[in-house]
Each structure stands twice: as C-alpha cells, then as structure tokens.
C-alpha cells in the first residue's frame, strides 16, 4: 500500500503477507460461530456457578468467556468479504475493468454451491430430529434461548426453500429448516450485487433502479419484522460495516492517517453508545468491524508474515464455508440425541462439548470435498454458458467492450487476466465466506 497520499488504488493485487492471515481469521472465526452456538444449545447460555470454586467451574468459566462472541465473529466474516469482493470491485470499476459476467457468476458459484447442499442436509437433520424420542424435552428444556423461537416453529417447506435459495431469508421468510445460520448469506448476497450496482451506477444510470429494489427489500424487510428487531436497520447497519474491508482494500494512505482514522470511529463508536445515540451491541459491532479493518491495514503497512506454527490452523479456511453453513443443525441433532435435557457443568459434559465440535468440523471436511471444492468449475461453466448466451443474442450485460478493450491494452487474452482480482491475487482462491 503506497504512502504519502490518500486516494484510490491503481491496481488489485493482494499484499503477499496477507492471504494466510485472512485465512486464519476465517478459521478462528467459523470456530467461535460453532462454539457460540454449540455452548448455547448444549448450556442454555448458562454460566457456571460462581461460588463453586472447582477446576472444573474455571475451565467452564473460561470455555463460556471464549465462546461469547459468535456476533464478533460474522462481523470478522463481514469485514473480510467486504475487503475480498468489494474492495477489488470498486478498483476493477475505476479503471473500467469490472466485468459483470465474471463477477457474479464468481459470487454465484461461491454462494450456491455450498447453499444448495445445505438445505438438503438442513432439512434431513431437522427432520431426524423432530422424529427422535428425545425431541420434546430437547424443545421444553430450550424455549428459553434466544430466537428459539426460530428454531422450534421453523418452516421446512417448498416455499421457505425457494425463499432461501433467492437469498430472501429473514426479509420474507424465516431460515430453512431450523438452520439459523443462514441469516447471514441473504446479507452476504445482497451485498454483493449492491455493492456492484453502486460502483457501475456513474456509467449506467440504470442501475439507479436496482439500487432502489435492494433498498426497497430492506425497508420491507424493517417494515414486516415480527420479533421488532429492526432487520432492516440492521441490513444497512451491516452493509457499512462490509464496506470498512472495501474501503481499507481499495483506498491508499499513510499509516498516520488510517490510524487518525481508525482511533476517531472507535471513540465515535464509544460516545454513540454512552450518549445513547446507540445500543451497546451497535457500538460493539462496529467496534469489531474497525479493529478488524484495522488490523488488515496494519498487516499491510508492516507487511508482517505469520509464524510458520499458525499456519495449519490458517489451512483450515477452506473449510470455513460449509463449516459455517451446515454445523447448526448438526449440532441440534447431536443434542436432541446426547444432551436433550440440561447439561450439568462436569468434566463429561466438556469432552461431549468438545466433541460435537470436533464432529462439526469432520463433517465440514466431507461437505468440502463433495460439494465446496468444485466452486471454480462451477463459476468457469457458469460464466462460459452466459457469455456464450450473452454473445448469440449481442447483450450488453457481457461488457464485451470491456473485455476487448482490456485484452486489446494489456496485449493478453488469457482467462486468467479476466478473472476477479480476489481469485488471481489469492492463486485463484476464493477467500469470501
């Protein structure tokens, strides 16, 4: 990243350092998302009791501080897409090189690929379930939790199905099967074209329109909110949130001024709260978001590599995905079938903890190996039979010219040199969530 100067960046290559760092904020993050939720379904959001001054009881109360940021952890996942996808979309845009085919066929292939075989396996473990003896008392001893709700009337239908397969989930439909996980892939998705609709909108004023669609969605989405929580507030809210990683990847200055600015949104962050302009869980998430961005400048400026011992964590990043997508209704039948009723804070109910992760994240391996590994051929096929339509029936929306013109500057026709600079920075890697 240059110094001296703000403005934009000229050109979408990834700092070499970065990739495995990223990599290792994903696998942290997916593990914290399972262990929030596994800690939950398994203790009821319990804590341990504080007179009770047993070993047992400070592993308990150390397990319950780490696994209390499940919220921390989607923002991470936030900020991180935000600086892959949409930072390298507003850089392409501004030097005409932004390429709809490529671009959504890449966000199409990378969500569809792993949603579509989780809502198979969301409404197999729900069903299971729902027909196992323990189900009743897993329900009684549970409808306490937050959004059980969610959980115990859930809709497994065809319409909640194609709901969640247009991404509509949590504006017009609640989740599939149970599976609450999937609130944030409506957020990821609709960031995706929203943040393609504003970067093109200065060329083709068209788009004016959908910009307008999407934020219609959001405002349906406050409007019809039957919990009152503010769905839509929370869509935009997110949205910004998203775009601190598209700014810090597409923006370009010196280490004084992102720290100027990243010190001024933490404080701002701190007097909204205190002077009760926003609620505490506002100020906090935009807190994550800003350390979070900020510590991608910072790996960035100091061009720090990571410690060679970290990497076979940083490895598992691949996995992030389906691990994320498909470990919250595992983690329901691994409950209603093991611990339906309360777990009582013993060192067996520890190792069955532990396990039901560990079980998680098998599973996450299998479901990347026969699903999530054939992204890149997926989102290859899918642009070659769009391009392929779009140049039978003379489309504009293949932005032909700008590949010709981009091809015919660079003196190179290589596919390669076409692809999303998130995909060619990273070897080709898809590192959104």
């Not at 409808?143 to 065809?158: K, N, T, V």
């Not at 989102?379 to 029936?393: L, S």
């Amino acid at each position: 990243m240059d110094e001296g100067w703000i403005g934009f960046r000229t050109n979408a290559v990834t700092p070499a350092n970065l990739p495995t760092w990223l990599d290792l904020a994903r696998t942290m993050a997916a593990i914290e998302v399972v262990a929030f939720h596994s800690y939950q379904l398994m203790f009821l959001e319990r804590s341990p009791d504080p007179g009770d001054g047993s070993p047992v009881s400070y592993l308990y109360s150390l397990v319950q501080t780490l696994s209390a940021h499940g919220m921390a952890a989607v923002i991470v996942f936030f900020v991180l897409s935000g600086y892959l996808v949409g930072g390298p979309a507003i850089v392409r845009a501004r030097s005409g090189q932004l390429n709809a085919i490529e671009y959504f066929a890449a966000r199409g292939a990378r969500l569809y690929v792993v949603l579509m075989p989780a809502l198979v396996t969301s409404i197999c473990a729900y069903g299971l379930a729902r027909h196992l003896p323990n189900w009743q008392e897993f329900v009684a001893t549970r409808h306490d939790l937050y959004d059980a709700g969610r959980l115990f009337s859930a809709s497994a239908g065809a319409t909640t199905a194609v709901c969640n397969v247009a991404f509509l989930q949590t504006i017009a439909c609640s989740e599939f099967a149970g599976n609450l996980a999937l609130w944030s892939l409506s957020n990821e998705f609709w960031y995706y074209v929203l943040i393609f609709a504003l970067v093109v909108v200065w060329s083709r004023p068209s788009f004016t329109f959908l910009i307008i669609g999407i934020l219609a969605l959001f405002w349906y989405a406050e409007r019809h909110d039957p919990a009152g929580t503010h769905i839509g507030t929370k869509f935009i809210f997110y949205f910004l949130i998203w775009c601190l990683g598209a700014a810090v990847y597409a923006i370009r200055a010196p280490a004084v001024s992102w720290l100027f600015l990243f010190c001024v949104g933490l404080v701002g962050a701190w007097l909204l709260y205190v002077g009760g302009a926003a609620p505490k869980w506002a100020a906090s998430q935009l807190a994550t978001g800003l350390i979070v961005a900020g510590s991608i400048v910072g790996l960035t400026l100091s061009g720090a590599s990571m410690p060679r011992q970290l990497h076979p964590l940083a490895n598992g990043a691949k996995y992030s995905f389906s691990l994320y997508a498909t470990h919250y209704p595992i983690l329901v039948v691994l409950n209603v079938i093991f611990s339906s009723g309360p777990s009582e804070f013993t060192l067996f109910s520890l190792v069955r903890f532990v396990s039901f992760m560990l079980l998680c994240g098998a599973l996450s391996v299998a479901f990347y190996r026969l699903f999530e590994i054939h992204t890149s051929s997926v989102k290859a096929f899918v642009a070659k039979a769009v391009r392929t339509i779009a140049t039978e029936t003379g489309t504009a929306f293949a932005s032909r010219r700008v590949i010709e013109e981009y091809a015919s500057t660079t003196n190179s026709t290589r596919k390669e040199d076409l692809l999303l600079p998130d995909a060619r920075a990273v070897g080709a890697r898809d590192n959104s969530r």
